[in-house]
């Protein structure tokens, strides 16, 4: 008999009752995502994560033109998964002046840039007054940029630091120029894996108490989940789910970021890298349990390009953006080059059978023309 080739191949009947769900546009359960994660079946889960991926943003692929500038490396935490940070009297460590990080952003900068991503270590000698003069110092020379600057992690931090709420802290930030947050330092909310890969960070609730606060204040965010370490499926699974619960209250997450786990030069060296199918799986699984985040990104830098272009068929709409000059997963030893051209990733987006569409950080669309795509950047 001819196969029925209008129904999707589904191998692992224990999906039968999630696919009923997705046709059906029912919220999955973290048992649901439980069984996606632990299937072997990769075609139907990123069948499925394809399916409501292309019901939200149709062909479109996503990506803008960006920079990420890490201000210092300084940390005071000592977390296990990370190879960035540096003690404060390390000879290796680094602290630009405010004029070095202007002059960093201004680097190679055309108007082409629509976003600084900013994020640093957690400094002890730093002052919430140099925090806000540099971001309006980069405003009033790149009025045109978006500011995502901070972590959770960074907020908490300021607070205790500067004995200030954390909400006063955020607020002088923005009304010194912070436009949104990026989705760093969630690592993953368990706290028994917390405990060992970042001991010295705050808790899982208190990522999530922080972004809720901001998202209230006005504030959007992405989010992230680092994956590929001592964690298990019941974590991942739950650590969507938490993020889901902050959505649902809040709707201030714009972006979902997978970020999988580059262990070179950090003390969990001996953890293997995480596989392409580890990679594509956690995408395809977070577009699913994630119905309330707009956005899923497939982040080249740490994915690598090419698993980046598959992913867009399996669930991710969005492929991060030109980036220029990565620091903290090249020094946990990412293998891929520290930015890409925009050129590079049109080709990437269009061979993959995507429209793609440039973004500014609130995903409004960025018009140019293809001449200017040429000489630009
Ligand atoms: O916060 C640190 C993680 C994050 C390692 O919001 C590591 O648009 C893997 O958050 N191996 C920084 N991961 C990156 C990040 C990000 C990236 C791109 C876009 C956005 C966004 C956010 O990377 C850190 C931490 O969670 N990290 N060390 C490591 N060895």
Request: hydrophobic share 40%.
């Given at each position: 008999?001819?196969?029925?080739?209008?129904?999707?191949?589904?191998?692992?009947?224990?999906?039968?009752?999630?696919?009923?769900?997705?046709?059906?546009?029912?919220?999955?359960?973290?048992?649901?995502?439980?069984?996606?994660?632990?299937?072997?079946?990769?075609?139907?889960?990123?069948?499925?994560?394809?399916?409501?991926?292309?019901?939200?943003?149709?062909?479109?692929?996503?990506?803008?033109?960006?920079?990420?500038?890490?201000?210092?490396?300084?940390?005071?935490?000592?977390?296990?998964?990370?190879?960035?940070?540096?003690?404060?009297?390390?000879?290796?460590?680094?602290?630009?002046?405010?004029?070095?990080?202007?002059?960093?952003?201004?680097?190679?900068?055309?108007?082409?840039?629509?976003?600084?991503?900013?994020?640093?270590?957690?400094?002890?000698?730093?002052?919430?007054?140099?925090?806000?003069?540099?971001?309006?110092?980069?405003?009033?020379?790149?009025?045109?940029?978006?500011?995502?600057?901070?972590?959770?992690?960074?907020?908490?931090?300021?607070?205790?630091?500067?004995?200030?709420?954390?909400?006063?802290?955020?607020?002088?930030?923005?009304?010194?120029?912070?436009?949104?947050?990026?989705?760093?330092?969630?690592?993953?909310?368990?706290?028994?894996?917390?405990?060992?890969?970042?001991?010295?960070?705050?808790?899982?609730?208190?990522?999530?108490?922080?972004?809720?606060?901001?998202?209230?204040?006005?504030?959007?965010?992405?989010?992230t989940m680092l994956y590929g370490h001592i964690e298990n499926e019941e974590d991942?699974?739950?650590?969507?789910?938490?993020?889901?619960?902050?959505?649902?209250?809040?709707?201030?997450?714009?972006?979902?970021?997978?970020?999988?786990?580059?262990?070179?030069?950090?003390?969990?060296?001996?953890?293997?890298?995480?596989?392409?199918?580890?990679?594509?799986?956690?995408?395809?699984?977070?577009?699913?349990?994630?119905?309330?985040?707009?956005?899923?990104?497939?982040?080249?830098?740490?994915?690598?390009?090419?698993?980046?272009?598959?992913?867009?068929?399996?669930?991710?709409?969005d492929i991060d953006g030109t980036v220029v000059e990565e620091k903290i997963y090249?020094?946990?030893?990412?293998?891929?080059?520290?930015?890409?051209?925009?050129?590079?990733?049109?080709?990437?987006?269009?061979?993959?059978?995507?429209?793609?569409?440039?973004?500014?950080?609130?995903?409004?669309?960025?018009?140019?023309?293809?001449?200017?795509?040429?000489?630009?950047?």
């Amino acid at each position: 008999m001819m196969p029925d080739l209008s129904q999707p191949v589904i191998d692992d009947p224990r999906l039968l009752p999630v696919l009923e769900k997705v046709r059906r546009r029912e919220r999955l359960s973290y048992d649901d995502g439980l069984a996606l994660y632990r299937s072997p079946d990769l075609l139907a889960v990123g069948y499925m994560a394809n399916l409501v991926r292309e019901r939200l943003h149709g062909n479109v692929t996503f990506f803008n033109v960006n920079r990420h500038i890490n201000p210092t490396d300084v940390c005071v935490a000592s977390c296990k998964l990370c190879a960035f940070g540096k003690k404060v009297r390390d000879p290796k460590a680094y602290t630009m002046s405010l004029e070095d990080v202007w002059a960093r952003a201004a680097q190679g900068v055309s108007e082409a840039v629509t976003e600084f991503h900013i994020v640093g270590g957690l400094h002890p000698e730093l002052t919430v007054d140099w925090y806000c003069e540099m971001l309006r110092g980069l405003k009033q020379r790149f009025p045109q940029v978006h500011l995502k600057a901070f972590t959770m992690v960074e907020i908490a931090y300021f607070a205790k630091r500067f004995k200030l709420s954390a909400e006063e802290v955020l607020r002088r930030l923005r009304d010194a120029g912070m436009d949104s947050m990026p989705g760093g330092g969630a690592e993953i909310f368990s706290e028994r894996v917390r405990r060992i890969i970042c001991d010295h960070k705050i808790d899982g609730g208190e990522w999530l108490e922080i972004a809720a606060m901001a998202h209230r204040m006005g504030i959007k965010s992405n989010c992230t989940m680092l994956y590929g370490h001592i964690e298990n499926e019941e974590d991942r699974a739950d650590h969507l789910v938490r993020l889901r619960a902050v959505q649902d209250e809040t709707g201030g997450f714009v972006t979902y970021i997978p970020l999988a786990f580059h262990p070179d030069n950090t003390p969990l060296e001996h953890v293997p890298k995480t596989t392409g199918f580890a990679d594509l799986k956690n995408i395809a699984v977070a577009r699913l349990l994630l119905d309330n985040i707009p956005h899923i990104k497939a982040y080249w830098v740490m994915m690598t390009p090419k698993i980046a272009q598959v992913a867009q068929r399996f669930g991710a709409d969005d492929i991060d953006g030109t980036v220029v000059e990565e620091k903290i997963y090249h020094d946990a030893g990412a293998e891929t080059s520290q930015g890409l051209r925009r050129g590079e990733l049109l080709r990437l987006i269009r061979a993959a059978g995507r429209e793609p569409v440039e973004r500014d950080t609130a995903y409004n669309r960025v018009e140019r023309s293809e001449s200017t795509f040429e000489i630009l950047v």
